[in-house]
């Protein structure tokens, strides 16, 4: 599904905004030009496509199971879960630190999928120590 996502990314940020994908949506809150609450509006949906693809597809990679799962693998995705949410919520507070404005967020939009990136790779990491303990 991460793969699923590139190409509606690269359209929405690169390719001009196919016309297609301008589409009427109910919305609970839209804010372009003014807000407006429980709405049907018109939107160009590629980066909602983009954004709900990538973070399905990193949800899924981060909790399936490996082929070849072990009864370790449950502890050491404990710690990588922990390692990740420390991480995560020290970036979290630096950027409230230092950015401000409605780029905040922006940030704490990403925040949740820097979350999942880097509980699957302290995951990762974890995994490869551990098999180079063993030999």
């Known amino acids: 599904m991460v793969l699923l996502a590139s190409p509606f990314a690269y359209l929405y940020f ?8 301008n589409v009427r949506i109910f919305a609970i809150v839209t804010n372009y030009l003014e807000t407006r609450y429980f ?3 018109q939107t160009n949906i590629l980066d909602e496509l983009a954004a709900i693809l990538f973070i399905a597809g990193i949800a899924l990679i981060s909790f ?4 070849d799962e072990k009864g370790y693998f449950e502890n050491l995705r404990l710690q990588a879960l922990v390692k990740a949410l ?3 919520l020290i970036v979290w507070i630096l950027a409230f630190l230092f950015v401000y404005g409605m780029t905040i967020i922006v940030i704490s939009f990403f925040i949740f999928i820097l979350f999942l990136v880097m509980y699957n790779l302290f995951f990762r990491l974890l995994l490869l120590r551990k098999n180079d303990s063993a030999t």
């Open 64 to 67: 399936s199971k490996e082929k």
């Open 39 to 41: 709405v049907f509006a």
């Open 86 to 88: 420390f991480f995560t």
């Open 14 to 21: 690169w390719g001009g905004r196919p016309e297609m994908f």
